[in-house]
């Protein structure tokens, strides 16, 4: 059991680039959420998405979008990138109801982070 | 809005010692709390968490937590730690209601064990 994969691990890119990063996860969850991880700054949301097709903006959502065109998948793209976009990325998912009908409760399965760099 | 305060960003603390890592938030009618520990380059995994029930709240590797909801903390304690207890230790509160954007991270304590 995979949990929740995000690729690529590390990515360096230059302003202005663009780029995409792939999270998926095998636990049939309904809710992910993309985040980033700065020094001091705990984990900021990103954006979220309760379900297929559905996305939404997090805390700090500009500079960025996201897609879910899949149950399993939740994209984060980059259009333009900026140096103040270098940071950790984690892609997380969470149950909608969990075992024996415990509705949500907001514990997050995290991947193991993307480390984006750019110059 | 939901707001959660680690007063300790680094805590230094020798093999075999006692260690207590500081979460504060602010009041809400109902919470569930959570604590989250990273290892170095590794994602955040879910070291316990309380959602009702006993306010003494056990975990993986020794770890516990004690809810006081009139203090509003949720202070991670463990009697004696090792060296494979250095990491990054996150706290975390839901706001009890289906609100998906609603988990809200501290700042994280970074916790160094010293043999």
């Known amino acids: 059991n995979a949990g929740v994969t995000q690729t690529p691990k590390f990515r360096v890119l230059k302003t202005g680039q663009s780029m995409t990063l792939l999270c998926a996860q095998d636990?049939?969850?309904?809710?992910m959420y993309w985040y980033r991880q700065d020094p001091g700054m705990g984990l900021r949301l990103i954006h979220y998405s309760v379900g297929e097709g559905t996305t939404a903006k997090g805390e700090v959502p500009d500079g960025y979008n996201v897609s879910r065109l899949k149950k399993q998948n939740f994209l984060l793209g980059l259009e333009s990138a900026a140096p103040s976009q270098t940071s950790v990325y984690f892609c997380?998912?969470?149950?909608?109801?969990?075992?024996?009908?415990?509705?949500?409760?907001?514990?997050?399965?995290f991947g193991e982070g993307s480390r984006l760099t750019v110059l | 809005a939901q707001s959660v305060t680690q007063l300790d960003s680094q805590v230094p603390v020798f093999e075999e010692a006692p260690v207590e890592l500081r979460c504060n938030y602010s009041s809400s009618v109902s919470v569930y709390l959570f604590w989250y520990v990273q290892y170095p380059n590794q994602g955040l995994q879910l070291l316990l968490k309380y959602l009702s029930g006993s306010t003494l709240v056990k975990g993986i590797n020794g770890f516990e937590a004690e809810f006081n909801k009139s203090q509003t903390s949720f202070h991670l304690r463990k009697p004696s730690v090792h060296i494979s207890d250095t990491a990054e230790y996150f706290c975390a509160v839901s706001d009890g209601k289906t609100s998906y954007d609603k988990v809200i991270f501290g700042p994280g304590t970074s916790l160094s064990v010293i043999p």
């Open positions: 997380a998912s969470s149950f909608r109801t969990g075992l024996a009908g415990v509705r949500y409760t907001g514990e997050l399965f």
């Open positions: 636990m049939n969850h309904e809710y």
